[in-house]
């Protein structure tokens, strides 16, 4: 758990420092610097929309929403609304997502974010990524079985089986076969 210093100071350098894209946004940021209880309960998280009670923030540079609250997957964006639940729900744990320019090599966000209990390791990979993934364990996977017949045909040349010999060779045309077709 992040200590509230630590909370503090990170809000405090991104009201003074970054230009968000909803003048809301300041207001609910230095609501919750003025309410420890609501700090409290405040989780900095990538992924804040897939959480029970995530509030996404941006600054002007990106191409998010300025201000969407994500209540069960729901996304609110009226920002009375957002602060009324925020207020009424003080209790609930709340997940915040801020975009802001280069945030993964600022120094106090990287203090505050934690990991998002509510992802899976799947969540964290890109389509395209675990695309890439699956078919380099494809071609492993036919290495190695290609390997593995190489093997038994070696065996059954060193040791003078026909028979073996004919039927490795064989699964390993077919395999040949297969991955020609």
């Known amino acids: 758990m992040i200590n509230l210093e630590d909370k503090r100071a990170f809000i405090t350098w991104l009201v003074e420092t970054i230009t968000l894209k909803e003048k809301e946004a300041y207001w609910i940021l230095n609501y919750l610097l003025n309410h420890d209880a609501l700090l409290n309960r405040v989780v900095f998280v990538e992924q804040a929309d897939k959480t029970p009670r995530g509030l996404v923030i941006a600054d ?5 929403d300025g201000l969407v609250l994500f209540k069960e997957t729901h996304p609110f964006t009226d920002a ?9 729900n003080y209790k609930d744990a709340l ?3 801020i975009y802001f320019e280069n ?4 120094q106090l966000y990287q203090t505050v974010i934690e990991d998002n209990p509510f992802l899976s390791a799947f969540d964290l990979i890109s389509t ?3 695309h890439r993934i699956e078919e380099d364990f494809k071609q492993k996977q036919s290495e190695k ?6 093997t038994k045909i070696n065996d059954a040349i060193d040791s003078n089986n026909q028979q073996e010999f004919i039927y ?5 045309q077919k395999r040949k076969n297969k991955s020609d077709g």
């Open 103 to 106: 945030r993964e090599f600022n």
């Open 128 to 130: 395209e990524m675990f």
């Open 95 to 97: 997940y915040i997502e």
């Open 60 to 64: 002007t540079k990106t191409s998010q």
């Open 168 to 172: 490795w060779s064989d699964e390993y």
């Open 145 to 150: 079985e290609e390997e593995y017949l190489l």
């Open 80 to 88: 009375q609304q957002i602060f009324h639940e925020i207020r009424m």
